[in-house]
């Protein structure tokens, strides 16, 4: 199975600042690389796919670059909304395995 | 619109049984990989199994094969997670998930608790 790490684990940050966070992969999955947004009780909602892709109606603050095992989710200036756990998850093969999540906090 | 809706969800023993259900509407459900993922109390998220479009194809997590049968039935736009032998480890939210092309998960259930305790 391919093993996702993610970090950090956690971070601090304000409202304006600029946050990156990171994800690799055990092996090279190219550019199958999807990050999802998981607020607090809720599911989670996919923000970026094949690694650079802003699913619709996601805020274009939002970005994603990386290829072959190292990949980056960028938020240019962070919202109040923004404080949440994100994931990287990789679509390369089957289980697609989770990164173990960062979680963004004031 | 596109929505998914669990149910079966519950308490159940070690060693018991479960069956999940999720229903879908709002999109052709045919046309459509579907997944299913937990989300243990306070972890992170699991991918469990998928299925493919006329359920001839079927992936699963390695920690549930052989005890999880994911199905479909695509004239009630149904999915399914037949879950036996169930263990402590189970326990979980489980989401019924719609594939959207790309290989990226676009839609998501509410969830369904599943807890497995004596």
């Known amino acids: 199975d391919i093993q996702m790490t993610q970090s950090p684990s956690s971070l601090s940050a304000s409202v304006g600042d600029r946050v990156t966070i990171t994800c690799r992969a055990s092996?090279?999955?190219?550019?199958?690389l999807n990050w999802f947004q998981q607020k607090a009780g809720k599911a989670p909602n996919v923000l970026i796919y094949?690694?650079?892709t802003l699913q619709s109606g996601v805020p274009s603050r939002f970005s994603g670059s990386g290829s072959g095992t190292d990949f980056t989710l960028t938020i240019s200036s962070l919202q109040p909304e923004d404080f949440a756990t994100y994931y990287c998850?990789?679509?390369?093969?089957?289980?697609?395995?989770f990164g173990q999540g960062t979680k963004v906090e004031i | 619109e596109v929505q998914l809706v669990e149910s079966g969800g519950g308490l159940v023993q070690p060693g018991g049984s479960l069956r999940l259900s999720c229903a879908a509407s709002?999109?052709?459900?045919?046309?459509?990989?579907m997944t299913w993922v937990r989300q243990a109390p306070g972890k992170g998220l699991e991918w469990v199994a998928n299925?493919?479009?006329?359920?001839?194809?079927?992936n699963y997590v390695d920690s549930v094969k052989g005890r999880f049968t994911v199905s479909r039935d695509n004239a009630k736009n149904s999915l399914y997670l037949q879950m036996n032998s169930l263990r402590d480890e189970d326990t979980a939210v489980y989401y019924c998930?719609?594939?959207?092309?790309?290989?990226?998960?676009?839609?998501w259930g509410q969830g369904s608790l599943v807890t497995v305790s004596s």
């Open positions: 092996q090279s999955i190219s550019r199958y």
């Open positions: 998850q990789q679509s390369y093969s089957t289980p697609r395995t």
């Open positions: 709002g999109f052709t459900f045919n046309n459509h990989y």
């Open positions: 998930a719609r594939d959207g092309g790309s290989r990226r998960v676009d839609y």
């Open positions: 299925i493919n479009r006329d359920g001839s194809e079927k």
């Open positions: 094949g690694a650079s």
